[in-house]
């Protein structure tokens, strides 16, 4: 198989695009054949070198390698035009004011023989001769789309839905060029959001950078991306890359639109965070906050993350002080907060054991003495280790900072409840 991911490089590269990307990689990984990254970039307004660098970087991130290229059409602008050139010789094409548009035929139809939809005939009553060179020569798009297939030797187009309306243009060109015979279709049925309308910006992250700066794994998002149109069986839902070459075809992609819900992206992402090596997940942390020494908070949090940017509001407080969330402290240092909050630390002053174990029974010991609900002895504690209300466990939140750091800020939420309200 000889297959192209041919983005037009007018924007970042958006969920659909990612799965079209997607699912071209699978089948040339899947085959041992060939996939070819093509910049279609004949829209000279909207095309920038910043949105290639974007696209590429994206493709990176994704993990999804390319053989050959990247091309941009542009480069092959001579290319295109010569062919213009030859069409308009052979009687194909005509120039009208200028432009240039094929002929196409009066009557009869064109099949577009699709790999997941079957066969669809356009009639030919209902094309017009379209243009395929602006009157200053330059080639468009279906004209340039035709020619890079047949001369980049392209077995199979894997493409979204949007494209079906292009392909018998696209077939009367390549008709037109030579009898060569045209690659085989696949149109990627369209993506929607949870309310069924068609994806766009308000359904959340769209682009493949927002979905990495929101903190999913790049394994997760290929996972959740290759369901988006299609499933192996009716049960499994996550499968390693590898799995995915293996078994991915186009056979059982879905003619019906598929949905794109980014909470069952997050949850999905959470799972690949708790099964990931503690190792590899600090590594990858400290990647993204540009520094050393995670490990320990990760080790308290893991369980607890849906994606890497849950991280730091969750246990940024093992690594350093946190600014105490003044609701937090309004809502939980109230009433004998402080008395509670002074046993609690002559408890842990006291522990000879300094474990989970060594503060769960020490902390119980607090809660039993003065008679009230664990929430009233452990939410005081959270507020002065964490600055607020949400943490891992506390035992674990006690243990990671240490005695002698989780004294010091219990002695300092203590002279604030002195003092009234945090600095
Ligand atoms: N350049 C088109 C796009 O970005 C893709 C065309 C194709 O795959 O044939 O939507």
Do not use: C
């Not at 910006?201 to 979905?211: D, F, M, P």
């Not at 078994?247 to 992609?253: G, N």
């Amino acid at each position: 198989m000889r297959l192209r991911f041919a983005p037009s490089p007018t924007g970042a590269l958006h969920i659909g695009g990612a799965r079209t990307a997607l699912y071209n990689w699978l089948l040339a990984r899947g085959s041992g054949g060939t996939l070819v990254l093509r910049l279609e970039d004949t829209d000279r307004e909207r095309s920038t070198p910043e949105n290639v660098e974007q696209i590429v970087e994206a493709l990176g991130w994704l993990e999804l390698d390319w053989d050959e290229g990247p091309v941009s059409q542009s480069e092959r602008s001579d290319r295109h035009r010569a062919e213009i050139a030859r069409l308009v010789e052979e009687g194909h094409a005509y120039e009208d004011e200028g432009a240039v548009r094929l002929r196409v035929p009066d009557a009869g139809s064109t099949t577009v023989r699709d790999e997941i939809r079957g066969e669809i005939a356009f009639e030919h009553a209902a094309i017009t001769d379209f243009v395929i060179a602006r009157s200053d020569g330059s080639p468009l798009y279906n004209l340039a789309v035709a020619v890079d297939d047949r001369d980049m030797g392209i077995t199979h187009v894997v493409r979204g839905e949007d494209h079906l309306s292009n392909t018998p243009r696209q077939l009367m060109v390549l008709r037109a060029l030579g009898d060569e015979p045209p690659p085989d279709y696949a149109h990627l049925p369209l993506l929607h959001g949870p309310d069924g309308k068609k994806l766009s910006k308000r359904h959340g992250a769209a682009s493949v950078e927002e979905l990495r700066d929101a903190g999913y794994l790049p394994e997760a998002v290929r996972n959740y991306l290759a369901l988006l149109g299609w499933g192996y069986d009716a049960e499994t839902t996550f499968f390693t890359t590898d799995e995915l070459v293996e078994r991915f075809s186009l056979d059982r992609v879905s003619r019906s639109p598929a949905v794109f819900d980014e909470q069952k992206l997050r949850w999905m992402n959470g799972r690949y965070l708790r099964e990931m090596q503690p190792a590899e997940l600090a590594r990858r942390l400290e990647e993204r906050h540009g520094r050393a020494g995670l490990r320990a908070a990760v080790e308290v949090s893991q369980e607890k993350l849906q994606t890497l940017a849950d991280f730091w509001p969750t246990a940024g407080f093992v690594v350093e002080r946190q600014p105490t969330d003044p609701r937090a402290w309004a809502k939980v240092m109230t009433g004998g907060a402080g008395d509670r909050l002074r046993l609690t630390r002559d408890a842990l002053a006291a522990l000879e054991r300094f474990d989970v174990g060594g503060v769960e029974s020490a902390l119980r010991g607090v809660v039993d003495e003065l008679g009230v609900k664990p929430k009233e002895v452990f939410q005081p504690l959270r507020v002065a280790l964490t600055g607020g209300t949400v943490s891992p466990g506390i035992f674990e939140s006690v243990v990671v900072l240490g005695r002698e750091e989780a004294l010091s800020r219990i002695d300092a939420a203590l002279e604030r409840v002195g003092g009234g309200a945090p600095s």
